[in-house]
């Protein structure tokens, strides 16, 4: 049975005979022992073994950090760009030239896996960074084990709860997780024979978005908040964390709301920019519902999950103050506390752990300049744009471009948002941590040298910018400092889902319906006071009340929130497009910062390098994508497309 087709493959069923505990794949079937085949009846007819069939759904999410080793591409905005020695090969260059149709051709994407094989069922490393391929895969999962739910006939209701709720839950994520990429598509909601014809049509985003809200709530109905509080989950206490809880049935119940309420889904492709703040207030409604929900629950205290502080002894090595119980930088990732997952308290929904040095070989040496050798493995170098980083305002709350921020061009690394310290490495910065004495081939490396100019601003080995990354790994990652090494055991991981993103969407949905006041109904906190927590864990000022008082003053200030909030973290290409931003200047073009140095090293060696003073504070711009009303959406691969006429194209692919 060698079908080539991976839309079609994955929604036709499986013999019966063939749905093993393991579900290897038909074209094994007939090689095995007849002993070894396992029948529906044995495979459904308990919790422990339902489970089990369940667990290769959550293997199949993928890690889009560490989708292959050294290509890790998944910031496809405004916020990111490669160093020049890589050419045209990433995904992320392909995208800047407006080759969107390189996600499919691109074997090493996360989102895609050309070199998939659709009929080897059990072959995770055909499909284990792919996007498409798995969901397709695990919507058809999730589909057979909804048709069999009649045979859980050894099992308490509670058990019955947890799987029904997880297997909603999995196909509405599967759908939502592709939507936001290509749209509307067929909302598949039972499983097919191999002679069966294909007609379903392609809905829209809404009223796709309808059906996976319809699974969100039945999920966040039948779930427990805990799993640690159930008899079920009591057997794997402390190992919960990741199973499918009400908490995200909620959160995703109202993301997809909001994302149905975005500019893009309400309007269509636009082009000028001026519906970008024309939401469909209903949906905003429903969602500002959702999250208000979930907020209650967290902030009565009835949740596991909570905001992690933002308390630092040293913020430029992320060294947590000691009167923190967690840090903020551990949502991220996890250094010298024995290959810790990472995500504290803050993670929602995360995916499952991907062995304990992946993280050293597939994401590490990404970050940081790389001459001299002193970034391993490789020489390609993730770095952020100046765009990007004007985002991050001033610690009084305040954009950079606001007259009462107080940002200086002389000091322009001074009085800024506490995020800006902890996410960038920028002039002056204190790169290597190790002393080492005049003379040494390093010596001069100690501090980043990013004016124009400096030595880390080569192309190749050093910045295009002006900035380092500095929030998914630490500086420490070089050949001096070893934080590469098994020995300092560093593991990374960016959540789908944090609590931070639940206030944002919850302050966005606010927002869209009647300004910084909207309270949902059942929480008691406005859209205003959701970014202030947000300001407040990290010691920034709040929204400024010109911004209150007007209500697209105020979006932009969300999104500005939600820019420096999860910056890095594979959300900002979603958000432009759904805001209708994404052809837009200036969200197309991405800059450097350019001026001149006007202190010495010495002056690194004894003050605080934010009170650098510096002369000629320019931007310059690197490139500009030139994008068009078809850059909305992505292409659906061209093999699917042909399958039947009602799976239709997007337009202009």
Known sequence: MKIKKILFYSLCSLPLACLSLSLSGCTD?????????????????????????????????PDKQKSNSGTSDYNFGDDEIQNVSYGDSKITNQFDLGNFRYWLGNSRSWLYNSSADPTVLNSH?????????????????????????DKLIDATQEERDLIEGQLYFFRAWWHEEMMQWVGGLPYVDRSFSASEELKLPRLSYQECADRCAADFRKAADLLPINWDDTEAGKTTIGKNDIRINKIMALGYLGKVYLWAASPLMVNGPQLGGTKTYD?????ASKAAEAFGELLSLVEDGRTQYALAEFKYDDIYNH???????????????????GWKWPGT????????ETGSNTSLWNFVTQYGPKMNGLGVRGNNIKMATANYVNFYGMANGLPLDDPNSTFDKEYPFKGRDPRFYHDFMFDGFRYLNKVLTEGDADYDLRY??????????????????????????????????????????????????????????????????????????????TAEDAINVIRDRCGAGHVGAAYVNDPHKFMDEVRRERAVELAFEGFRFNDLQRWLLLTEYPYN??????FDRMEDDEFFETNDPRNARVANWREETILTRIYGTKHYWLPLPDKDVYLYPEFAQNPGW
Request: with cysteine.
């Open 125 to 149: 490393k055909s499909r284990s960074q792919a996007l498409w391929q798995n969901a397709w895969y695990c919507i058809r999962k999730v589909n057979i084990g909804l048709e069999n739910l």
């Open 29 to 61: 079937y007939l090689d095995r022992d007849v002993e070894s085949v396992v029948s529906s009846d044995e495979a459904f007819k308990n919790f422990f073994n339902f489970q089990g069939y369940i667990e290769e759904i959550y293997n199949a999410i």
């Open 448 to 525: 980043c040298s990013l004016y124009t100019g400096g030595i880390m601003r080569d192309v190749i080995d050093g910045s295009r910018t002006g900035y380092f990354i500095h929030k998914l790994v630490p500086h420490t990652a070089n050949k001096h400092d070893l934080a590469y090494t098994d020995a300092q055991a560093f593991q990374s991981y960016v959540p789908y889902m944090r609590l931070a993103d639940i206030y944002l969407m919850y302050a966005e949905a606010g927002a869209a319906i009647s300004g910084a006041s909207y309270k949902s109904s059942n929480f008691d906190k």
């Open 319 to 337: 060294t947590k103050s000691k009167s923190a119980a967690n840090c903020y930088t551990d949502i991220f990732y996890t250094l010298n506390q």
């Open 279 to 283: 939401y469909d207030k209903e949906y």
């Open 345 to 352: 308290t803050e993670a929602i929904f995360r995916g499952t």
């Open 589 to 594: 073009t991405k800059t450097s910062q350019e």
